[in-house]
Structure formats: C-alpha cells, structure tokens
C-alpha cells in the first residue's frame, strides 16, 4: 500500500554536525508525526504537524509541514549522542484508521 | 507507573510452537494496536482494536490471533511459529484511531 517515503536511510555525522530526514508522499496528507526510536528502545512520539507550511521546534529539532502538505522534514542542531537513534516520520491514514509508518532514518553520530 | 506494558520482553522458541504476547495499557485508551518491526527496523502494523472490536487485520497470516477481553488489554498469540516470525512485536495504544500512539517496551521473539 501506499506509504510516506523517508530518506535517507542512514546518516552518519560528527558530533555537532546538523541532520535533517525528509518524508515524501505522493499524496497530500492530513497531517504528520514524527517518532524517535533509541537504539533498543521503543517508538517514542515527538510532535503532530496539522497545517501547510507549519514549523515547531523543540529544543534542536525544527520540524517542518510542506505547504502543499506533501513533504514534511525533521532538521537537528548542532547533534548530540543523545540524538542517536531512528527518526520516524508516519502518515496517519484517517479513512484507514492506522498509521503508516515511513522506513526511518537511522542515525548514527561520532563523538 | 508503566503506561503500556507488554510481556514478555524476549522470547526465544523453537520453530512450530505457540507462544503469546500480553499487552496492557493504564493511559484510557479506546484503541490498541500489534506492529511488527523486522530487522530492518521498518514498523508494520498488524492489528487495530478499538473497545474490544477489531478494526484492522493487514493481511498477517492467521497463525496470529489478537485477542482483546477488555479495552486495557490486547494480547497476540502466535500458532505454529516459523523462522520469519523472528521480529519484535510492539503494542501501542492511541485514545483516538490514528491519534499519536504510545508503545510498550517490545517484546524481541526468536524463532530457532
């Protein structure tokens, strides 16, 4: 079925380098989330984008809301350790009742 | 206090046994879920309950029985395991369908 798609897959950065993941859909959205999953963690919600064009911050991470609610990015300042992990964005499917979540971008950082 | 908790956090078995995931949430939530996520970390949804009722089955093969005795609860049994059910299976749960999703800790099965 249809599914938001993320790159990249993988990422490695020096400590204090920026980071940014992208989610593509063929099909407008309703709205966005995005997830973090630390390694041998669990899926851990960190923020809902509802309206075109939106941005929140939280902390580093800037997350942005295409205007045509099509796209939609995750962009970290200046890593830390504690960012490593998989970055999930998901798409949830009203008339389906579930979210879908894209591939994730995992994240890994050198100190 | 634990706001979804499943049990066990790993299981390792031998292929053609039954095992069973047990799932609770404390959070009030009308909607449950099970997803799997395989060894390339990609998360897929295998089943929805909403108050006890299912909303969706993706096509998972029906060696997997969900099983939901009340709105707090949604338990996964597995019949017959094969070596590609070796996965780890989340619960979650959301007030609302689609509405952002709590998971428990994992539990990582082997199937040997």
């Known amino acids: 079925g249809q599914q938001v798609m993320q790159i990249p897959q993988y990422q490695h950065v020096q400590e204090g380098e920026d980071f940014t993941t992208y989610c593509n859909s063929s099909?407008?959205?309703?709205?966005i989330q995005w997830y973090k999953q630390r390694p041998g963690g669990h899926p851990v919600f960190l923020i809902q984008l509802v309206k075109s064009g939106e941005v929140k911050k939280q902390k580093r991470l800037t997350f942005q809301f295409g205007e045509a609610k099509k796209n939609s990015s995750l962009h970290i300042t200046a890593t830390q350790t504690t960012d490593v992990g998989t970055y999930f964005c998901?798409?949830?499917?009203?008339?389906?009742?579930?979210?879908?979540f894209g591939q994730g971008t995992r994240l890994t950082i050198n100190p | 206090d634990t706001a979804v908790s499943q049990t066990p956090k790993y299981l390792v078995t031998q292929m053609g046994n039954d095992k069973s995931i047990k799932c609770e949430q404390n959070l009030g939530h009308d909607t449950m879920y099970w997803y799997k996520q395989d060894s390339k970390k990609f998360l897929k949804i295998m089943f929805s309950y909403n108050n006890k009722e299912l909303i969706i089955n993706e096509t998972v093969p029906n060696r997997f029985s969900p099983k939901s005795p009340d709105k707090a609860h949604l338990n996964l049994h597995i019949n017959s395991l094969e070596l590609g059910d070796s996965a780890v299976y989340f619960c979650?749960?959301?007030?609302?369908?689609?509405?952002?999703?709590?998971f428990g800790n994992g539990t990582r099965l082997t199937v040997t």
């Open positions: 998901a798409d949830p499917k009203g008339g389906a009742q579930k979210l879908v």
């Open positions: 099909t407008t959205l309703s709205n």
């Open positions: 979650a749960s959301s007030q609302l369908a689609v509405s952002p999703l709590h």
